[in-house]
């Protein structure tokens, strides 16, 4: 790569250091396209944004437009949203249903699957030159459908996506799972789309399970905006994890989370207080999880980041925010909030009013995120700020392997997530087999003490 | 609400202009509280039922933007979609001198232009209740280099209390899709 400072220099894992170059480097940036977000699987929605045949929902990849698109026959499709000729976007739309995507410029057109259908002129200008087969809307080469989520890569010989999320998929799935246990089932209720002038890691960082952040939402965890504050209970969120082992878990795959095993006698914390019809609801699911999913349901997820930049919010509140990076110091973010589908209207709409006090510009906790990371970045620009790393060296070596759940797990707050993460990312950025990548054949570790 | 046309034909005698006066300078005091950073106060023009909305813009074909370029309100995501306990909190929040996402507190200039009466109950005469439309353009920097300008229409419907006037409803249609801004932390 190009960057004055090599990869290996700039993340020194052993000393837990990493150079303020790869916040806000152009080099980075670009390497980062160029060698991470063209391979790594990337969370493209979900399953109920296009119900039908035709339907479509524009999304990203890194830095670039795709096209999430149900064809006729039903199969989902995720297409480069740029036309073969010039390259114009062939839907500026952000969600809808249509047969075909006509290029505005020339108007080539497009079926939902992608083949290339109308060129205007054909006979006169193309005929026995054009091979229209060979111009369809570029599509990616991996797809992979996960509980009502679509992901994505562009790297042909990348891993089956189960592959990819490794151990990763016991956290996500009481992400994506009903709240009663029953498997899948969540619908998109909105999105949020917004810019922050930051790196993107910064945000993928926080979900990692930097709990170590909380100073930083004193504010909203003194004034109570969780959905028993009325009932004279403090805090952003119910206190759900009180009884639990918090375990913040690292994964081969770059994928780290913060998670909360509760004891073996799960009982159920009292939540949604200020709405008792929804109360009982959560405690009726709570109980039916627990009966479905026996002592998997001691489990409950918190945050966490899936390799590299789909973060989520696990219970309250709940959803996937995807981190587009625009350039080495602005992100696009785009949040998928979710709820159960088959959820009452009451349920959801308590969930919704909480999920916007929440979450994202407009939400009373997540803002003072946006503040840390816009200056965390401004004041790494700097000639001299540069020459000075930031410091990984927290909870160094604290954690053990499959104890006491699988994975990398330390039972203290630690940065051995984001030192893993980086491990991985150095790995992409030197542009690694997909063995090393995804930790294939990887010794297991020592076992470290605490 | 947005699509709240001026009813016709609005009878422009004396007690309207009187009542057009009035309401704008009640927007105009409103400003003066929160670009004065006196939230508290402001929370007093707000009904205690009172709707405060801004939708979702969307980018959408030609003929559907009546269904769906805004997200709705009651319905999923919006910007926002609050109650005044909400909005009461976002005060609090303020107040507590450690929200860093208004700490120090941005410098904020609330412009309101167009001002139009959309419909007045029951008569101008005796207003009760008034639905007023307006533009806004709201200005905020903070700390040094940060500057943002949040442009829309805002739609207010004002009720009559006492000798002034509370807000039962806003809404505000902000001109932009993706947020060009990283916070909606300061109040519109």
Known sequence: ?450 | MSEVIERTPVRRGLAWFELKQEIEDFLYHEADLLDQRRFTEWLDLLTDDIVYFMPIRRNVKFGQHADRENTRQGEGISWFDEDKWTLGKRVEQILTGVHYAEEPLSRVTHMVSNVRLLDVQPSVEAPDEVTVGCRFLVYQNRVEYETHTFIGRLTDVLRRAGDSWQIARRELILEQNVLLAKNLSILF
Not at chain 1, 189 to 195: A, E, R
Not at chain 1, 304 to 319: D, E, I, K, M, V
Not at chain 1, 332 to 348: G, N, S, T, Y
Request: overall charge negative; proline content about 7%; aromatic content about 12%.
């Open chain 1, 1 to 450: 790569m190009t960057t004055q400072l090599p990869i290996d220099q700039a993340i020194d894992l052993e000393h837990g250091m990493i150079s303020r170059e790869i916040f806000v480097s152009p080099e980075y940036h670009r390497a980062e396209l160029d060698k991470l977000f063209t391979r790594a699987w990337l969370f493209i929605g979900h399953e109920s944004q296009i119900p039908r045949p035709g339907d479509f929902y524009v999304s990203r990849m890194g830095e670039e437009s795709v096209i999430l698109c149900r064809d006729a026959q039903g199969a989902v499709h995720v297409f480069l949203n740029s036309c073969r000729h010039r390259g114009m976007k062939v839907c500026r739309y952000e969600q809808g249903n249509t047969s075909l995507f006509v290029c505005p410029y020339h108007s080539w057109s497009y079926t939902t699957d992608g083949k290339l259908q109308g060129v205007p002129l054909y006979r006169v200008l193309y005929e026995n030159t054009l091979k229209r087969e060979e111009w369809s809307l570029i599509e990616v080469p991996k797809l992979a459908l996960y509980k009502g989520t679509v992901w994505a890569s562009w790297d042909p010989l990348a891993p089956e996506f189960l592959e990819y999320l490794g151990g990763a998929v016991d956290h996500l799935d009481q992400v994506l799972d009903c709240r009663d246990g029953r498997p899948g089932g969540s619908e998109v209720i909105g999105v949020h789309k917004w810019i922050f002038p930051a790196n993107w890691k910064f945000a993928a960082e926080n979900f990692l399970g930097d709990t170590y952040h909380n100073p930083s939402h004193r504010s909203v965890d003194m004034i109570g905006i969780n959905p028993s504050a009325q009932r004279g209970v403090k805090g952003r969120r119910d206190n759900e994890y009180n009884r639990g082992q918090h375990v913040w878990v690292g994964f081969p795959q770059g994928h780290g989370m913060h998670s909360v095993l509760m004891p073996p006698d799960l009982q159920y914390e009292p939540s949604y207080q200020q709405y008792p019809v929804v109360e009982e609801y959560f405690r009726h699911c709570f109980e039916e999880r627990k009966r479905r999913l026996g002592d998997k349901a001691r489990l409950l997820p918190f945050v966490g980041n899936l390799f590299p930049n789909a973060s989520y919010h696990g219970r309250q509140p709940r959803g996937i925010c995807v981190w587009h990076p625009h350039s080495p110091t602005e992100t696009e973010a785009w949040r998928f909030f979710l709820v159960d589908a088959d959820a009452p209207a009451e349920v959801k709409d308590v969930l919704r009013r909480f999920y916007m006090r929440y979450s994202g510009p407009a939400g009373m906790t997540e803002q003072d995120d946006m503040e840390n990371w816009l200056y965390a970045t401004a004041a790494s620009k700097g000639t001299i700020a540069r020459r000075y790393p930031f410091n990984y060296q927290m909870s160094m070596g604290a954690y053990k392997t499959n104890d006491p759940v699988p994975g990398d797990v330390a039972t203290q707050i630690t940065e051995q997530t984001p030192r893993n993460f980086y491990r991985v990312y150095a790995s992409y950025l030197n542009g690694g087999d997909w063995d090393a990548l995804i930790g294939r054949n990887r010794a297991p570790v020592q076992v470290a003490a605490e």
